[in-house]
């Protein structure tokens, strides 16, 4: 028996609509289809009325979430793509993010973002967007990179009382296997990053798919004699700054990989951070590795340039530790 | 604000003025543009399934005669068109070479996107075909500001056209776009194609409405309802809607009913589309009905059928053994840059 990361989400989701009556879910085919990537597959059926079909209406979509949770319920919301979410950033920024602030009352909404790239999918079906979500005060946004922790961070997400941003990474869905789901009471809490594999030479902060990418990286330079260590941040906001300090008080070296966008961002924080709170740990000035300042290009060519992969990061890797 | 009953279409146009024959080429040139379109989507889907082309296929099938016949109402090089995912055809009756297709889906650095973005995500704005991004409604608004860009320039009598589906109904951006360009009182036609299903999400879970066209209505916009199989029919109802538009009468909601006779990509096999819509008169295939009328008007031979068809595997042969001989994008050799103003890019040698 082995699960997919796919399906930790799918019973992630059962498990909390079995045991809570406030949960429902809420996205665009997800009923008796099972969602365009089948995460809620079959559940409409184990659990009729409670999985809902929504128009193409990702405003609506939001806002109707978010008045459901001011009403005690706790919403799911499943965006068919990350990138469409764009059209819900109104909902998600301006009412979600603000309203306990504002008001008191709590807004328990987890919004699922089927996000990152696969080839061939271009500019509008590929984009990571947690920096985007991380940037407004209010918001939780999780990038888990393992199947357990796919499953156990989304029933952290449906438990906790303020909006949840929940993006998982759909390269991984299929792919990415383990022998069993772990018992959510034995899992790291929201907020705690995981050293996944432990070195002493360099530090790779990193999280979602680029974690797997620089694994290989790291088995890579494992072949040189360097040892790397890997920090897997599990949560982007708030951020584990401690176990990242950490880290580089071992190495005295960072390289940070992310797959969105360069400009800003995770990783421009976790180097900024480092650098503001750590600097007299570093032996070599902090690095980071993005994805390109283009849209992400369809052409699997382009593509496999444009993300960081496990042969960038050993290059970056590789000049760092010239130093 | 009921439909218009002004009828000045080039069909009928045809039929008053000169004749059988003008209404006959009109049909033909319709139905080629379609059987086009078809060999063309059933070629792409068979590279597709044999792994040749990666990413999304999402092919038109059943759609042909709604989007000939808008593209035909057009006029390429004066017009506008915006197409979406289902508008092979009419992008094809529109102008569009044939080859932006191949060379969008196979990647190939001479087709207009240059493998930056692929299948049916191409366009040539400067045509007057805008590219398409997969946001459904987002288009509608920027023809409608393609119109008023030309209005500030002085240019008048110009027509644009927006695609879009019934779940496309559903954004804001469709509603937003629609008032929008009936303030400005501009050229616009939506095209609304009601293939009764969004992915696999059918009307009643995506309207409550009786009719989409009625939502024209409450935005001052004219309505027109058309059966979307009937190539006759569409070619009818969009030359009206294009005339009405192009006469100053403000923006154009045509909405046909029609069926997806496909998964909505290839990648589904849309076992949830009902039966009984599939064995309803919604169901027909538009080419099979276009090819009856010929065949009853003896506009055509079964002769002519044939030689038709085999013109049109012979045009999409050329064209996907073009693309696929073209080079495909090198990432060392692609610059990497995202800016018209290439000086203001970090790093850049030609700093001015
Ligand atoms: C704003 C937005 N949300 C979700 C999607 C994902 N999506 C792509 S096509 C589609 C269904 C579109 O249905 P419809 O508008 O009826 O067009 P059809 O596919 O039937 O031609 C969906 C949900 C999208 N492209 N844009
Ligand atoms: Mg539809």
């Known amino acids: ?323 | 604000m009921s439909e218009p009953t002004i009828t000045t279409p080039q069909l009928e146009i045809a039929r008053a003025t000169a004749t059988e024959q003008s209404l006959k080429d009109l049909f033909i040139d319709g139905y080629r543009w379609m059987l086009l379109a078809r060999t063309l989507e059933d070629k792409i889907a068979s590279l597709y399934h044999a792994g040749k082309i990666v990413g999304g296929v999402y092919l038109g099938r059943g759609q042909e005669a709604f989007s000939t016949a808008l593209g035909m109402s057009l006029q390429h090089g004066r017009d506008i068109f915006a197409p979406l995912i289902r508008d092979q055809s009419g992008r094809l009756a529109f102008g569009e070479p044939l080859l932006d297709a191949t060379r969008t889906y196979l990647g190939s650095v001479r087709g207009p996107m240059r493998g930056r973005d692929g299948n049916i995500h191409r366009g040539r704005p400067a045509e007057g075909i805008p590219a398409m991004i997969s946001h459904l409604g987002a288009m509608i608004s920027v023809v409608t500001g393609m119109l008023l860009g030309r209005r500030f320039r002085g240019i008048e009598g110009q027509v644009g056209a927006a695609t879009i589906g019934d779940g496309g109904t559903s954004t804001g951006a469709f509603h937003e776009g629609m008032n929008t360009a009936a303030i400005e009182k501009l050229p616009l036609v939506i095209a609304a194609a009601n293939n009764q299903y969004a992915y696999s999400t059918p009307n009643t879970s995506q309207f409550a409405c009786a009719d989409l066209a009625d939502r024209a209505i409450g935005y001052g916009v004219e309505p027109h309802r058309v059966d979307g199989v009937d190539l006759y029919e569409c070619l009818r109802v969009f030359s009206l809607a294009v005339e009405r538009a192009r006469e100053g009468h403000g923006p154009q909601l045509v909405v046909g009913k029609l069926l997806r006779l496909s998964g909505h990509g290839e990648h589904d096999d849309g076992s949830y589309v009902s039966k009984n819509l599939k064995d309803s008169l919604l169901g027909r295939d538009c080419i099979e009905v276009a090819q009856q009328r010929m065949i009853n008007e003896e506009w055509a031979t079964a002769v002519d059928l044939k030689a038709w068809e085999e013109e049109a595997r012979e045009k999409v042969r050329e064209a996907v053994s073009c693309a696929q001989q073209e080079p495909k994008p090198d990432p060392f050799s692609e610059r990497w840059v995202n800016l018209a103003s290439a000086w203001l890019i970090e790093g850049s040698s030609s700093h001015a």
């Open chain 1, 1 to 323: 028996m082995s699960i997919t990361y796919l399906e930790a989400i799918r019973e992630a989701q059962a498990l909390a609509l079995r045991s809570n009556p406030a949960v429902f879910l809420y996205g665009q085919d997800i009923a008796d289809f099972g969602g365009a990537f089948k995460a809620t597959k079959n559940l409409a059926a184990e659990f009729p009325g409670r999985v809902k079909d929504a128009p193409i209406s990702e405003d609506a979509m939001l806002g109707v979430a978010i008045g459901a949770a001011i009403e005690g319920m706790r919403p799911i919301v499943e965006i068919q793509f990350a990138d469409f979410s764009s059209l819900a950033f109104n909902q998600i920024v301006n009412q979600a993010a603000t309203h306990f602030w504002r008001t008191n009352v709590p807004c328990p909404i987890t919004v699922r973002l089927p996000s990152g790239g696969t080839a061939g999918s271009g500019p509008f079906h590929s984009q990571s967007m947690e920096a985007i979500y991380a940037h407004y005060p209010g918001l939780i946004v999780l990038t888990p990179a393992t199947v357990g922790d796919a499953y156990s961070m989304l029933l952290d997400s449906i438990d906790l009382d303020d909006p949840v941003i929940f993006c998982e990474h759909k390269l991984l869905y299929y792919h990415l296997k383990e022998p069993a789901l772990p018992d959510p009471k034995n899992c790291l809490p929201v907020g705690k990053a995981r050293i996944t594999r432990s070195g002493k030479h360099a530090t790779i902060v990193t999280y979602s798919a680029m974690l797997h990418e620089s694994l290989s990286a790291a088995d890579e330079l494992l072949k040189d004699g360097y040892e790397i260590e890997i920090v897997d941040l599990r949560s982007i906001k708030p951020i584990d700054t401690d176990t990242i300090l950490g880290s580089v008080a071992r190495t005295g070296r960072l390289l940070c990989v992310g797959e969105a966008f360069p400009w800003g961002g995770v990783t421009a924080e976790v180097v900024a951070r480092v650098a503001a709170e750590g600097f007299h740990l570093l032996d070599a000035p902090p690095q980071r590795l993005n994805a390109k300042d283009t849209p992400i290009p369809y052409h699997p060519n382009l593509w496999a340039a444009h993300r960081p992969t496990a042969r960038a990061i050993a290059e970056v890797l590789r000049g760092m530790l010239r130093f």
